[in-house]
């Protein structure tokens, strides 16, 4: 199934990598964003069926971002799995309580990311 | 002849693509690692600094495993946690810093 993600990161390269892995492994439609803000808005007008979140970004970080988008009711109801290379215990438990449909971490592999959002999604096809 | 799949192949290809497009940050982010580096050992790290290196090496940390470089990775995360300590921590840690500097630059070389 044609599928439309929606890449919020403030870093270019990640960016470019991680839409060039979903484009090419999973043929998904891209769309980015390089900030919280500018992603709530691409949310609100392309509607993608999952978005992968940064946690740390200037300005509003990804959890702020997360929640923004949960209070509005035209993307409260898009999945959203966070992308991080944080890995401590803390940051962990911090993650898991905001309600966000997975975590995954950097550094990716490019050949796996696309599987891995499915798997974590639920997403069969 | 390769047996990989198509797209490994394919992916092979645009990382490589997208390795030369982004070494300019890569290495920006480097030299602020590298400069962090110096000037702890010259005994003049501020906290701004510090913080610089601290962020760069977590942007490498993030991106050279995806660049097929994962032992790069694991010296930025090092790098990243040593700067994330107090100045004292970073002042008796100078060596192994110094040392994991010139491993992580001996790495993205070798990618290039």
């Known amino acids: 199934m044609q599928r439309r993600i929606l890449i919020i990161d403030d870093e270019d390269d990640i960016r470019q990598v991680a839409a060039m892995s979903l484009e090419t492994v999973a043929g998904w439609d891209v769309v980015t964003a390089s900030s919280g803000a500018q992603g709530i808005r691409r949310a609100q007008i392309d ?43 803390p940051d962990q438990k911090r ?3 905001l309600g966000v449909s997975a975590v995954l971490f950097k550094p990716f592999d490019p050949m796996t990311l696309a599987q891995q959002m499915s798997d974590a999604l639920g997403w069969k096809d | 002849m390769s047996d990989k799949p198509d797209h490994a192949m394919e992916i092979d290809d645009l990382l490589q ?20 580096k110096d000037m702890l050992n010259e005994s003049s790290l501020d906290d701004r600094a510090r913080k610089a290196g601290e962020e760069a090496a977590h942007k490498l940390a993030g991106i050279l495993g995806t660049f097929g470089l994962p032992h790069g990775s694991v010296l930025a995360s090092k790098i990243e946690a040593l ?25 993205i070389a070798s990618r290039t």
């Open chain 1, 95 to 97: 993650f898991a309580s």
């Open chain 1, 47 to 89: 509607q993608p069926d999952a978005i992968l979140l940064d946690v740390m970004m200037p300005g509003m970080d990804g959890p702020t971002t997360f929640l923004e988008l949960k209070k509005a009711a035209e993307t409260a109801k898009i999945p959203v799995i966070l992308l991080t290379a944080k890995v401590q215990g």
């Open chain 2, 17 to 36: 693509m997208l390795w030369v497009k982004n070494y300019p940050i890569l290495i920006e982010r480097l030299t602020s690692i590298r400069n962090t």
């Open chain 2, 83 to 107: 700067l994330a300590g107090d100045a004292s921590t970073c002042v008796r840690r100078a060596g192994e810093l110094s040392s994991w500097v010139q491993e992580l630059e001996a790495v």
